[in-house]
C-alpha cells in the first residue's frame, strides 16, 4: 500500500537570461479605447531587481496559501551583455545567488567557452546545476578544476545508470527535479571532448524508474532542450509532472493585449505533463502552480508568465518624451488591469550589488567612443532579396585585420552569422553597442590551416545546414560570411557541388581556390572547431591556434582603427536559392 500523499508546490521559474541584470526597454501597443488612438508606448522592464521582488511577493503567497516554493532556472544564464564580456560567470553567480535561484539547468550558452568556466561558475554558485544527461565519468581528473568531484553538480550517475537529482520536501512528501540539456551540446557549443552528452529520453526514463522504485512518484524535469522538444518529451515519458524549459525563449500566454500575439497558453498539459517556459532576458516571471494526487499525477496546474515591468511610460525608447499626466494616468490603469503584467520595484539589495561591484565598469564602456557608423547597416542570416548581411562581412574583416596585426599570415576569414547579432544604426558606436549587442558572445578567434577542398565543403555543409538542403540543420545561424573570400551557394546542384566561383583575394586580385593548396585561415573558436555544418574544417593540416582576442576586441579594435565604417562595396557571399535562375544579390 502507497505511503505516497498529496503535495502542493509553487514554482517561480526564468530561462535565457543572458545576463540582462539591467532593465531592458520594450515597446507595448494599447488597444485604441485605452487614449481613444492605437498608441505605443515604452516601459522600463525586468532585470534581476525587478525579478527579485516579484519572487519574493510570489514565495510569500505560496507560504500564505501553505503551498511550498522552488525558484528555478532553466539554463543559459551567460553571454548576452557587457556584464557577461567583463565578468564571465562571476557576476552570474553572485546575482543568481542573491535573487535565490534554488536550481539551474545547464544551458548550452554555459559552454560556450568549455568546462573550465562553468568549474569556476558553480564554485561560486551557492546552488546546484541538473544536467542529468551529462556524463562526466570520463572527464581527466588532472585539470585545473574538473567538474566532476563537485557535489553541486547534478549530471548522470554512469554507476546507477541514471540522473543524479535534488529532492524537495513538501509538507514531508518528496518532490525529485532532474535536469536535461540538449544531446548535440559538442554541435553547437564547445564541451570539453572527455565529457559526453547521452539520450535525453533514455536518461529521463531510467531516472524516473529509478525514482518510483525508491517510492518518489512526484517528478519535474528542469531543460534546456527547447519548447518543441519539451512538448515531445512530454509525449514520450510518463510520471513526470511538469517540465520546465528554456532554449526557446518561448514566452508562453496570450500578449495580445500588450501587442505581442499568443504563444499557446501558460501550461501546456501533454498526456498528463504540464510544460512551461518564460521568454528570456529576465523580462517576465513564470508562476507555476502545481498540486500532486498521492499517486504522482497532476490534479491541477495553473499558473501565468508575467512581463515586470516599472511605472513609468514614454513615447520614446530613450524613455525621454513623456506622456501628459492623464495619458500617463491611462496608461497604468489600463496595464494594472491585465493579468500578464506585474508592477514591480527594485529590490535595493541587488541594486546595491549591481552599483558597488558591476555597473561602474559597465557605464565606463557605454560612454567610450569607439568610431561613426556612416549609414544603417543591415544584418540578416541567410541572404534575401535584398542581398546578405551588411555587418558580418566587417567583422570578418576584422578578424582578418587582427590576425594579421598580430603577425599570422591570414588569407581569408569565415564567420557564422549567428555570431553577430544586430544591425547597426548610423552615429556613434560605443564599446557597450559592440560588445553587449553586436558581438555579445565572448568567443575567442583562431586561426587554422586547411586545404581548399575543406573549405569548399565547410561553405556548402555550413550552408546546407542554415536551410535545411538535405540535411536536418540547427538553425539559419550557420550561414557562413567571409573576408578575402567570394563564393556562390547554387541550392539546387548537386550535393558537393553547391559551391561555385570559390576564390581569395590575394594582392588585390581574386584567384581561384586550389582543392589541393594549405590555406591559413581565421574563425571564431565557434566555427573553427567544426560546429554547424563546419565540420570540414575539422580535416585541418594545422590544427587551430588561439590568438588570445575574443570577436568583440577584435571588431572594436578593427573599427578604432577605420574611424569610419561603411557597408561593403561588393559582397562576397552570393546565394542562389532552390528554384530560383538568378543570383539573389
Given at each position: 500500500m502507497s505511503t505516497n500523499r498529496p503535495a502542493k508546490i509553487t514554482i517561480?521559474?526564468?530561462?535565457?537570461?543572458?545576463?540582462?541584470?539591467?532593465?531592458?526597454?520594450?515597446?507595448?501597443?494599447?488597444?485604441?479605447?485605452?487614449?481613444?488612438?492605437?498608441?505605443?508606448?515604452?516601459?522600463?522592464?525586468?532585470?534581476?531587481?525587478?525579478v527579485s521582488s516579484a519572487v519574493q511577493d510570489v514565495k510569500r503567497q505560496a507560504y500564505l496559501n501553505d503551498r511550498e516554493f522552488m525558484f528555478v532556472h532553466a539554463g543559459d544564464c551567460f553571454q548576452g551583455t557587457l556584464y557577461f564580456s567583463l565578468y564571465k560567470g562571476v557576476a552570474n553567480a553572485r546575482l543568481l545567488n542573491a535573487?535565490?535561484?534554488?536550481?539551474?539547468?545547464?544551458?548550452?550558452?554555459?559552454?560556450?567557452?568549455?568546462?573550465?568556466?562553468?568549474?569556476?561558475?558553480?564554485?561560486?554558485?551557492?546552488?546546484?546545476?541538473?544536467?542529468?544527461?551529462?556524463?562526466?565519468?570520463?572527464?581527466?581528473?588532472?585539470?585545473?578544476?574538473?567538474?566532476?568531484?563537485?557535489?553541486n553538480v547534478l549530471a548522470f550517475d554512469n554507476k546507477t545508470g541514471h540522473a543524479k537529482y535534488l529532492v524537495k520536501d513538501v509538507a514531508g512528501e518528496p518532490v525529485a527535479i532532474f535536469g536535461l540539456a540538449i544531446e548535440n551540446m559538442a554541435g553547437i557549443a564547445n564541451p570539453d571532448p572527455d565529457t559526453a552528452f547521452l539520450n535525453v529520453v533514455d536518461v529521463a526514463n531510467n531516472t524516473v524508474t529509478a525514482l518510483n522504485s525508491k517510492g518518489i512518484n512526484k517528478v519535474i524535469v528542469l531543460s534546456h532542450l527547447g519548447y518543441e522538444r519539451d512538448l515531445e518529451l512530454a509525449a514520450q515519458i510518463d510520471g513526470i509532472g511538469a517540465i520546465i524549459g528554456g532554449h526557446t525563449h518561448t514566452m508562453q500566454g496570450d500578449f495580445s493585449n500588450i501587442g505581442y500575439g499568443v504563444t499557446d497558453s501558460y501550461g501546456q498539459?501533454?498526456?498528463?505533463?504540464?510544460?512551461?517556459?518564460?521568454?528570456?532576458?529576465?523580462?517576465?516571471?513564470?508562476?507555476?502552480?502545481?498540486?500532486?494526487?498521492?499517486?504522482?499525477?497532476?490534479?491541477?496546474?495553473?499558473?501565468?508568465?508575467?512581463?515586470?515591468?516599472?511605472?513609468?511610460?514614454?513615447?520614446?525608447?530613450?524613455?525621454?518624451?513623456?506622456?501628459?499626466?492623464?495619458?500617463?494616468?491611462?496608461?497604468?490603469?489600463?496595464?494594472l488591469s491585465q493579468p500578464n503584467v506585474r508592477f514591480c520595484i527594485k529590490d535595493p539589495h541587488i541594486e546595491n550589488l549591481l552599483n558597488e561591484d558591476y555597473r561602474p565598469a559597465v557605464r565606463k564602456l557605454q560612454t567610450q567612443h569607439v568610431a561613426e557608423i556612416a549609414e544603417p547597416l543591415r544584418h540578416i542570416r541567410?541572404?534575401?532579396?535584398?542581398?546578405?548581411?551588411?555587418?558580418?562581412?566587417?567583422?570578418?574583416?576584422?578578424?582578418?585585420?587582427?590576425?594579421?596585426?598580430l603577425g599570422y599570415e591570414v588569407d581569408f576569414g569565415i564567420h557564422n552569422a549567428g555570431g553577430v547579432r544586430a544591425s547597426l544604426h548610423k552615429g556613434v558606436i560605443t564599446s557597450a553597442d559592440i560588445s553587449g549587442r553586436l558581438l555579445p558572445f565572448a568567443i575567442?578567434?583562431?586561426?587554422?590551416?586547411?586545404?581548399?577542398?575543406?573549405?569548399?565543403?565547410?561553405?556548402?555543409?555550413?550552408?546546407?545546414?542554415?536551410?535545411?538542403?538535405?540535411?536536418?540543420?540547427?538553425?539559419?545561424?550557420?550561414?557562413?560570411?567571409?573576408?578575402?573570400?567570394?563564393?556562390?551557394?547554387?541550392?539546387?546542384a548537386e550535393k558537393g557541388q553547391r559551391i561555385e566561383g570559390l576564390q581569395v583575394l590575394k594582392v588585390g586580385t581574386w584567384c581561384d581556390i586550389d582543392d589541393d593548396e594549405v590555406y591559413s585561415s581565421i574563425s571564431s573558436g565557434y566555427t573553427a572547431t567544426g560546429k554547424e555544418g563546419y565540420g570540414a574544417l575539422l580535416d585541418y593540416d594545422v590544427e587551430p591556434i588561439?590568438?588570445?582576442?575574443?570577436?568583440?576586441?577584435?571588431?572594436?579594435?578593427?573599427?578604432?582603427?577605420?574611424?569610419?565604417?561603411?557597408?561593403?562595396?561588393?559582397?562576397?557571399a552570393q546565394f542562389i536559392p532552390c528554384g530560383c535562375n538568378s543570383i539573389v544579390a
Amino acid at each position: 500500500m502507497s505511503t505516497n500523499r498529496p503535495a502542493k508546490i509553487t514554482i517561480a521559474h526564468i530561462n535565457d537570461t543572458h545576463s540582462h541584470f539591467e532593465p531592458s526597454s520594450v515597446s507595448l501597443t494599447l488597444p485604441r479605447e485605452v487614449l481613444n488612438s492605437e498608441t505605443s508606448v515604452f516601459s522600463s522592464c525586468g532585470g534581476f531587481s525587478r525579478v527579485s521582488s516579484a519572487v519574493q511577493d510570489v514565495k510569500r503567497q505560496a507560504y500564505l496559501n501553505d503551498r511550498e516554493f522552488m525558484f528555478v532556472h532553466a539554463g543559459d544564464c551567460f553571454q548576452g551583455t557587457l556584464y557577461f564580456s567583463l565578468y564571465k560567470g562571476v557576476a552570474n553567480a553572485r546575482l543568481l545567488n542573491a535573487i535565490g535561484i534554488d536550481a539551474m539547468a545547464l544551458g548550452n550558452h554555459e559552454l560556450d567557452m568549455g568546462n573550465n568556466v562553468v568549474a569556476d561558475f558553480m564554485d561560486l554558485a551557492n546552488f546546484p546545476l541538473l544536467a542529468g544527461n551529462w556524463d562526466l565519468s570520463k572527464e581527466h581528473q588532472t585539470k585545473p578544476n574538473p567538474l566532476l568531484p563537485k557535489e553541486n553538480v547534478l549530471a548522470f550517475d554512469n554507476k546507477t545508470g541514471h540522473a543524479k537529482y535534488l529532492v524537495k520536501d513538501v509538507a514531508g512528501e518528496p518532490v525529485a527535479i532532474f535536469g536535461l540539456a540538449i544531446e548535440n551540446m559538442a554541435g553547437i557549443a564547445n564541451p570539453d571532448p572527455d565529457t559526453a552528452f547521452l539520450n535525453v529520453v533514455d536518461v529521463a526514463n531510467n531516472t524516473v524508474t529509478a525514482l518510483n522504485s525508491k517510492g518518489i512518484n512526484k517528478v519535474i524535469v528542469l531543460s534546456h532542450l527547447g519548447y518543441e522538444r519539451d512538448l515531445e518529451l512530454a509525449a514520450q515519458i510518463d510520471g513526470i509532472g511538469a517540465i520546465i524549459g528554456g532554449h526557446t525563449h518561448t514566452m508562453q500566454g496570450d500578449f495580445s493585449n500588450i501587442g505581442y500575439g499568443v504563444t499557446d497558453s501558460y501550461g501546456q498539459m501533454i498526456a498528463g505533463t504540464c510544460v512551461v517556459q518564460a521568454g528570456c532576458n529576465a523580462l517576465a516571471l513564470g508562476q507555476l502552480q502545481i498540486d500532486f494526487n498521492a499517486d504522482g499525477s497532476i490534479a491541477k496546474a495553473s499558473g501565468i508568465n508575467q512581463l515586470l515591468l516599472g511605472r513609468q511610460f514614454t513615447l520614446d525608447a530613450s524613455r525621454n518624451e513623456h506622456l501628459e499626466s492623464t495619458s500617463h494616468d491611462a496608461v497604468k490603469a489600463y496595464l494594472l488591469s491585465q493579468p500578464n503584467v506585474r508592477f514591480c520595484i527594485k529590490d535595493p539589495h541587488i541594486e546595491n550589488l549591481l552599483n558597488e561591484d558591476y555597473r561602474p565598469a559597465v557605464r565606463k564602456l557605454q560612454t567610450q567612443h569607439v568610431a561613426e557608423i556612416a549609414e544603417p547597416l543591415r544584418h540578416i542570416r541567410v541572404p534575401d532579396h535584398r542581398g546578405g548581411s551588411q555587418i558580418a562581412p566587417l567583422v570578418v574583416d576584422s578578424f582578418v585585420w587582427q590576425g594579421r596585426q598580430l603577425g599570422y599570415e591570414v588569407d581569408f576569414g569565415i564567420h557564422n552569422a549567428g555570431g553577430v547579432r544586430a544591425s547597426l544604426h548610423k552615429g556613434v558606436i560605443t564599446s557597450a553597442d559592440i560588445s553587449g549587442r553586436l558581438l555579445p558572445f565572448a568567443i575567442g578567434l583562431m586561426v587554422y590551416q586547411v586545404k581548399g577542398r575543406q573549405v569548399r565543403a565547410a561553405l556548402e555543409g555550413a550552408i546546407d545546414n542554415a536551410i535545411d538542403n538535405g540535411v536536418e540543420g540547427t538553425g539559419s545561424g550557420s550561414f557562413p560570411y567571409t573576408s578575402h573570400l567570394r563564393y556562390i551557394y547554387r541550392c539546387c546542384a548537386e550535393k558537393g557541388q553547391r559551391i561555385e566561383g570559390l576564390q581569395v583575394l590575394k594582392v588585390g586580385t581574386w584567384c581561384d581556390i586550389d582543392d589541393d593548396e594549405v590555406y591559413s585561415s581565421i574563425s571564431s573558436g565557434y566555427t573553427a572547431t567544426g560546429k554547424e555544418g563546419y565540420g570540414a574544417l575539422l580535416d585541418y593540416d594545422v590544427e587551430p591556434i588561439a590568438i588570445n582576442r575574443t570577436m568583440a576586441e577584435s571588431f572594436e579594435a578593427y573599427a578604432q582603427s577605420q574611424q569610419v565604417i561603411s557597408a561593403p562595396k561588393a559582397e562576397l557571399a552570393q546565394f542562389i536559392p532552390c528554384g530560383c535562375n538568378s543570383i539573389v544579390a
